[in-house]
């Protein structure tokens, strides 16, 4: 008979009935490989989840891997859990947490981004890091057979959680400079919106990058070195060669804008869409008079 003991800390009470559940789950996974009993102490400072395991017939490599196996797996939860604790402390304890009008959206933001979620498609982060975890307790299982869980994540992960530390703080600096970026094409696009019209209907052609030419509504060729300046509080940060295109669009002061692209998912194309929205349409055909200039 081999005995092992898991030592949940009664500081995570919270998780215990979740912890419990899914060791349960994993221990029964493995009941045809072996006999098992669970057992619960309760403890000064922690719940002692005790495992029994014996086989009653041969003994297998898939028997005697089996309890470690189920443990690494409840211990992945528990970590992954114990992480997004962590995670949420860490944001609310930055220093410029208290300056978050919407601090639910900055902790989202945060959880979002560390959680590798794109293009609106969740990729779990708990793949890598609970892979990781699992061999680090089916490792030390080969040789331990008490496993306290809080001294686990507090000092055997203690590079992991650095590194979190480093990713919240840099994720938090990027929601702020998002969120200034986001202030100023507002007030841009209102700015835009309060512009006299010069031109009634403005072509231009994306050539690729930031590279356009300009048409006017009989396809003679305009020149765009003519831009505006805009107000302090409108100018774009961070994106000079955007907002230089930007500029020259503001100089012609469309009514309407026939945009000309292949790619209607490149950035620029995507900062004039928000910025002329209501008078721009989009095309994905060649125009026919770019393709006389090209032959």
Not at 35 to 45: F, M, N, P, S, V
Not at 134 to 156: C, I, K, N
Not at 221 to 237: G, I, K, Q, Y
Not at 253 to 273: F, K, N, V
Request: glycine letters at 4%; a negative charge.
């Amino acid at each position: 008979m081999r005995v092992m003991k898991l030592y949940v800390p009664f500081r995570d009470r919270d998780l215990l009935d979740s912890f419990r559940e899914v060791l349960r789950e994993e221990l029964n996974n493995i009941r045809p490989l072996l006999q098992l009993r669970l057992y619960e102490q309760q403890q000064k400072h922690a719940c002692c989840f005790m495992i029994e395991s014996w086989v009653e017939q041969e003994y297998t490599v898939e028997a005697y891997e089996g309890v470690p196996c189920a443990i690494a797996h409840a211990v992945g939860a528990y970590v992954t859990w114990k992480e997004e604790r962590y995670i949420e402390r860490l944001v609310r304890d930055h220093p410029a947490y208290e300056r978050v009008q919407e601090k639910d959206g900055l902790l989202g933001y945060v959880l979002y981004h560390l959680a590798g979620k794109e293009a609106g498609r969740a990729v779990s982060r708990t793949s890598e890091l609970t892979s990781n975890v699992e061999r680090m307790v089916f490792d030390y299982l080969q040789q331990e057979h008490d496993l306290h869980l809080d001294g686990f994540f507090r000092f055997r992960l203690k590079e992991r959680l650095y590194e979190l530390r480093l990713m919240v703080d840099m994720y938090i600096e990027e929601y702020f400079a998002e969120e200034e970026y986001e202030m100023v094409v507002r007030r841009l696009r209102a700015f835009l919106a309060g512009q006299t019209v010069r031109t009634e209907l403005l072509r231009i052609v994306h050539e690729g990058g930031t590279s356009f030419t300009y048409y006017n509504e009989e396809w003679e060729r305009l020149d765009p070195s003519r831009t505006l300046a805009f107000p302090v509080e409108a100018e774009l940060p961070y994106v000079l060669a955007e907002a230089d295109v930007v500029r020259t669009l503001a100089a012609f002061a469309p009514g309407t804008l026939l945009l000309y692209t292949e790619q209607p998912r490149a950035p620029i194309i995507l900062m004039i869409t928000r910025l002329f929205t209501g008078r721009l349409i989009l095309s994905g055909e060649y125009p026919l008079i770019r393709m006389a200039e090209d032959t």
